[in-house]
């Protein structure tokens, strides 16, 4: 079984900055055969798809609203993905989750595990 278990959200104010976490364990479990992907959720809103980065490492992807603020990366020794979250705005609160899947890809639907979910909160 596959375990993705986020850290380090919290609250923060605008223009601040955060840095995520999401460990990943499970037996057989290959790390690099998965892409990781970074998803969110506001209150009364749909999910949304944040980055995603390669197995290998070499290719990312981001979501337009959070280009040039947001940094996603992976530690395949230590089978974790980050997410520098900078310059937060209000706007940025949600609770984040991590997921992996067999593709680098901005669709949630082709996610196979997912993390429990942290959250952030950007004060005004």
């Known amino acids: 079984q596959v375990q993705l278990v986020e850290s380090g959200g919290g609250l923060v104010q605008a223009g601040g900055s955060l840095r995520l976490s999401c460990a990943a364990s499970?037996?057989?479990?290959?790390?690099?055969?998965?892409?990781m992907g970074w998803f969110r959720q506001a209150p009364g809103k749909e999910r949304e798809f944040v980055a995603v980065?390669?197995?290998?490492?070499?290719?990312?992807y981001y979501a337009d609203s959070v280009k040039g603020r947001f940094t996603i990366s992976r530690d395949n020794a230590k089978n974790t993905v980050f997410l520098q979250m900078n310059s937060l705005k209000p706007e940025d609160t949600a609770v984040y989750y991590c997921?992996?899947?067999?593709?680098?890809?901005?669709?949630?639907?082709?996610?196979?595990?997912w993390g429990q979910g942290t959250q952030v909160t950007v004060s005004s």
């Open positions: 499970g037996r057989a479990f290959s790390f690099t055969s998965y892409a």
């Open positions: 997921a992996a899947g067999p593709l680098t890809t901005t669709r949630g639907g082709n996610y196979s595990y």
């Open positions: 980065i390669s197995g290998s490492g070499g290719l990312t």
